[in-house]
């Protein structure tokens, strides 16, 4: 059973920083990407940034030049460093791993989500 822990989240000041940290864990065939999704309070889901193993990024427009997102492939650990936190920035914080598992019979896609970790941004 492949499962990803975030850890990092908590209370910051606007203009503060955090660190999130997301592990995975368990038998991953091949790892393809891992992403960080955020869902703020009343509205949906939506993407953050995502790193594939070959180190290639992607961004949501809102957190560009704010927002850094790193992988330890060795570990199967995918970082998000956030910076000039703003209060819109408020929100459950939620990991993504996407990649293939074996099974008995063949080689399946894998898609995990994490439980999430609440970033909130308020002075």
């Known amino acids: 059973q492949v499962q990803v822990v975030e850890s990092g989240g908590g209370l910051v000041q606007p203009g503060g920083s955090l660190r999130l940290s997301c592990a995975a864990s368990?038998?991953?065939?091949?790892?393809?990407?891992m992403g960080w999704y955020r869902q703020p309070p009343g509205k949906q889901r939506e993407l953050v940034a995502a790193i594939s193993t070959g180190g290639s990024t992607n961004y949501a427009d809102s957190v560009k030049g704010r927002f850094t997102i790193s992988m330890d492939n060795a570990k199967n650990t995918v970082y998000l460093q956030m910076n000039s936190l703003k209060p819109e920035d408020t929100a459950v914080y939620y990991c993504?791993?996407?990649?293939?598992?074996?099974?008995?019979?063949?080689?399946?896609?894998?898609?995990?989500w994490g439980q999430g970790t609440l970033v909130t941004v308020s002075s």
């Open positions: 368990g038998s991953i065939f091949s790892l393809y990407a």
């Open positions: 993504n791993l996407v990649g293939t598992k074996r099974t008995s019979f063949s080689i399946d896609r894998l898609e995990v």
